[in-house]
Every structure is written in structure tokens, then in C-alpha cells.
């Protein structure tokens, strides 16, 4: 029986708020440059007078971001900056010392979380998160996990200060910077260090339960990759305005639902503005791809692009919190699922099986 999914995404949203489930929530479907559905509910935070969810709410998103800092990297690449097969160390010589292994990884290599280094050293725990130069520089003298291309691992907290280090030395620019006028150019609600003015737009995280933070933590997997350097598992670190303006490429992705959707449509329109932005090559790195295997961090096998993961279904990321965003390759459209409620990556399932699922769309 046909779904209308516009309708049914409402119902299951409002039901979810209403149980207590989610604070604040929006979901968003384009295909083809329209929106097809869209929905928000809940608060942008929990104190008395906290404003109503719409559609020009922003919140953080966590790994959600990544995509965003690789496709700045391919920007770079596109523009002839770098190789996506040049040795990093030809641009950041510190990154390996004579002998190392590290001297071998690629460009290609970091932006598919191939380059072994999953994790902040031990002396991160006590970096403040907004430390950039000390935190690369624990990045320059660490030692890979796995030698560079035979194995992949979700580079949690270290995948953007990789990245955005490759473009500093490109360039000479800033990567939330270059990104934030990609943005622009193409009008996006994605913001990887949030402006002055638009902070009053951002939703306050909160934990669902409150051994939320204390469980990933906890695992021999997630601790080190997500608790090193401090704090960005503390809703009352990120909601502040010390770390919404900070660059932290790997997990501080502010975005509107809308704006996300908009940009997974835009990737895969053929002729799009991605595509004609990246060229063939880049376009077909970020989309397709370039590294695969069990991952060591999400113990699961998971084929990386660069920046993305992709299945037979669908191509896009998800964040420790629950936010999702992806391409359907069976529905042909660019979604997104969001939420200030911190809890299980898996949030979004019942999002997507009904956006998925659906014959309405």
C-alpha cells in the first residue's frame, strides 16, 4: 500500500518527541533540487523559552562531518595543489620520520582512513581540544597502527586535523575556511566552524541517557579514538561557543537537515555542481570506493571512498550521536536525519527504513 511519506516521516517524528525519545529532530528528502518531505520537531535546547526546531536549525553532527573535510582535501586535488597518490610527507615532510612507515601513506591513504593513525597519542588526553598545533604535532611523531593501505580504521577524531593540515600545507589556507566558501558558492547550511552570527542558530546537544558519554569511553575501541584529547563527548563542552568556533574538522559539522540532503542530491547529479566542481577523478574518489576491509575501529567491514562509506544501497556517514545523512541509490535522492539527543549511531534506522522503504517518495 503507498506510503505518503511526508505524512508518515511527521507521525514518526512527533512520536518519537512525544515519548520523550528525541528533544529535537528534523528530517529532510531532496531529489532533483526539491524537497519532497521535511520535518522538524522539538526544541533547539531545554531551558523555558528554548525556541521551536526549524528548518534553519543547526546542530553538530559529529562524523557526519568528515565528507566535508575530504571534499575540501579533493577540492585542493582538483585545483592541482596535490595527488591523491603523492606521499604526504612531499607537502608535510615532518609527517614521518626517515624510516618510518608513515613515509609511505598517501593522500588517498588518509582521506579512505587508511593512513593508521585512528587514534590521538596518549598525551592528547591532556591537549585542550582547541590546541591545533599540539595536536598535529602528536600526529607527526605517532607511529601508524598498521602499516599505510593494508587496512582500514576509522580515523575518529584525527581524520580532520589530518586533513586539514594536508591543506594548510597546500595552500597556505585554513580548511574550514576554504570549505565555508564552498558552502556559499553552492548554498549549503553546513558550517564546519560556525560564524559570530549564526551561533544563535545552533541546538544544545544532550545526553539521552547519561552513561552515554562513560560508555564509549568505557570500550577498548572507542576510548582511545573519541576520548583523546578531552571533552568532546561532554554535551557541556560542545554547546559552547569555545568549540562552535573551533575547526575540528573530524566531528564539528554544524548543519540543517535541509542543507545536508540538498548537498547529497547535489553529489550525485550527474553534471552537478560536484561533479563539474571535482572533475572526473576526484568526483569518482569521493563517490566510489578506494579502501575496504574490517574496519579496526567500527569492527565491521566497511568500503570507504574518500570521505564516505558505501554499500549497494547507499553512499554517506553517520555520527556517534545518531545523526545520519546519505544517498539512496535505489530512491535517487539525498537525505538526512538529525538530532541534539545524544545516543546509539543507530538512531536513524527507522528513519531510513521508512524514507527507504517507502513508495511514495
Known sequence: ??????TDLARLLDDAHAAGGDPG??????????????????????RPGSLPWDAATLVMTYSVAKPFAALTVLDVVAAGGLGLDQRVVEVWPGYARAGSPK??????????????????PPGAADVP??????????????????????????????YGHL???????????????????????????????????????????????????????????WGPALGRPAGLLDPAVLNGDRFRGTSFPAIALHASARG??????????????????LGPDAHAALTTAQASGHDLVLDRHVAWTCGLQVDDDELGMGGAGGCSAWWSYGRRHGAAYLTRGLG?????????????????A
Open 1 to 6: 500500500m503507498p506510503v505518503d511519506l511526508r
Open 25 to 46: 529532530t528534523a528530517v529532510c528528502v531532496v531529489r532533483d533540487g526539491d524537497v519532497v518531505a521535511e520535518h522538524h520537531v522539538g526544541t533547539r535546547g531545554d
Open 103 to 120: 613515509a609511505a601513506t598517501t593522500v588517498r591513504h588518509v582521506l579512505s582512513h587508511a593512513a593508521g593513525l585512528p587514534c590521538f
Open 129 to 158: 581540544f582547541d590546541d591545533r598545533d599540539a595536536l598535529v604535532a602528536l600526529l607527526e611523531a605517532a607511529e601508524p597502527v598498521h602499516p599505510p593501505g593494508e587496512a582500514v580504521a576509522e580515523h575518529a577524531l584525527t
Open 163 to 221: 586533513c586539514d593540515e594536508l591543506v594548510r600545507r597546500a595552500t597556505g589556507g585554513d580548511l574550514a575556511d576554504r570549505f565555508a566558501a564552498l558552502a556559499a558558492e553552492h548554498g549549503w547550511d553546513l558550517h564546519l566552524r560556525v560564524p559570530p552570527a549564526e551561533r544563535h542558530r545552533v541546538a544544545d546537544l544532550v545526553a539521552l541517557d547519561p552513561g552515554w558519554a562513560g560508555d564509549y569511553l568505557a570500550d577498548p575501541r
Open 260 to 277: 545536508l540532503a540538498r548537498f547529497y542530491d547535489d553529489l550525485m547529479t550527474p553534471g552537478g555542481p560536484v561533479a563539474t566542481r
Open 344 to 360: 546509539g549511531p543507530d538512531r536513524a534506522e527507522p528513519v531510513w527504513q521508512l524514507v527507504e522503504g517507502t513508495t511514495g
